[in-house]
């Protein structure tokens, strides 16, 4: 299970940083990955983070203003979200993948989702 929070309603520039708390499963030895999707799209991929040396990956629009990190002994994965835009406004999920899964950057590659947290950013 994962229980994403942190999400709110900020200005454009702000920052914001989400958590995502695993539980009911070894999520240590998974990668974990955030996706965002916005009213009317669909799900995007925003950054994923491995589970043993902590390798980051991140859309295009993402880097150099999000930083995703992990702390296994505690089950949690964050991502930190600076510089926010008003088309970062969103639904956030968390979400691990699946066994063995390298393919970070793509819905297929996930198989628990978090609940989901709205980022609100106005202009």
């Known amino acids: 299970q994962l229980q994403a929070s942190g999400g709110g309603l900020v200005q454009a520039g702000d920052s914001l940083r989400l958590s995502c708390v695993a539980s009911g499963r070894t999520f240590s030895s998974y990668a974990m990955g955030w996706f965002r999707q916005a009213p009317g799209k669909e799900r995007e991929f925003v950054a994923a983070?491995?589970?043993?040396?902590?390798?980051?990956y991140y859309a295009d629009s993402m880097k150099g203003r999000f930083a995703c990190s992990r702390d296994n002994a505690k089950n949690t994965v964050w991502l930190q979200m600076n510089s926010l835009k008003p088309e970062d406004t969103a639904v956030y999920y968390c979400?691990?993948?699946?066994?063995?899964?390298?393919?970070?950057?793509?819905?297929?590659?996930?198989?628990?989702w978090g609940q989901g947290t709205l980022v609100t950013v106005s202009s």
């Open positions: 983070i491995t589970w043993n040396v902590g390798t980051t």
């Open positions: 979400a691990s993948t699946k066994p063995w899964s390298t393919d970070y950057t793509s819905t297929v590659g996930y198989n628990y």
